[in-house]
């Protein structure tokens, strides 16, 4: 009978110590939820003036921010990720291997390359997606032309290519953020 106590405290303490090590409380640092990120900044610098302006999404707003892009132009775009009033663009930079984004340009004929420097570039080469080279062929190619933009995380493996509207695809990973852009000339 003693044996059996003993036998119930030890199955107890494991299952507790297992517990306890499982917990959410023990991910990296780096991992950045939805939840951490409340605004989705893009810096758009005209290459040819060189004037920026600042478009702000906050994440689950009814508002889309209105790019302004004139065809034929071409721009330079910094991505900047907050939560509140901290800038969470390090984190990705950090976790680079770990962070993707996703440009579809909607009813808009936009051509991108991504031109980010060595702190967001991944170890497979990839690129992923902070700075960006927009060039305008048609800003509005249809009703309602916007850009989503999308931070995935944990893709199982990530391409730059064009498909369709949207430069950049997945295989697996979840969504950090999503953002929507109006665009107009």
């Not at 939805?34 to 478009?55: M, R």
């Not at 702190?119 to 690129?127: M, P, Y």
């Not at 080279?133 to 064009?162: C, R």
Request: proline share 1%.
């Amino acid at each position: 009978m003693k044996s059996l106590i003993q036998l119930k405290y030890i199955v107890f303490l494991l299952i507790t110590v297992f517990a306890i090590s499982c917990s959410r409380a023990d991910e990296d640092d780096d991992v950045l939820s939805q939840e951490d990120i409340s605004n989705i900044i893009l810096n758009v610098k005209d290459d040819a003036s060189g004037i920026t302006q600042t478009y702000n999404y906050t994440v689950n707003s009814t508002a889309n921010p209105d790019i302004k892009l004139t065809d034929g132009k071409t721009y330079t775009v910094n991505a900047v990720f907050l939560n509140g009033n901290q800038d969470e663009t390090e984190s990705i930079k950090e976790a680079k291997d770990e962070h993707f984004l996703l440009f579809d340009f909607q009813n808009s004929t936009i051509n991108l390359e991504r031109i980010d420097d060595e702190s967001s570039i991944r170890t497979d080469g990839n690129k992923v997606g902070l700075i960006t080279k927009w060039t305008v062929i048609k800003a509005k190619n249809g009703m309602n032309p916007q850009l989503v933009l999308t931070v995935i995380h944990d893709a199982v493996s990530v391409d730059e290519a064009q498909n369709g509207s949207e430069f950049g695809s997945v295989i697996g990973g979840e969504t950090d953020a999503m953002a929507t852009y109006s665009i107009s000339n």
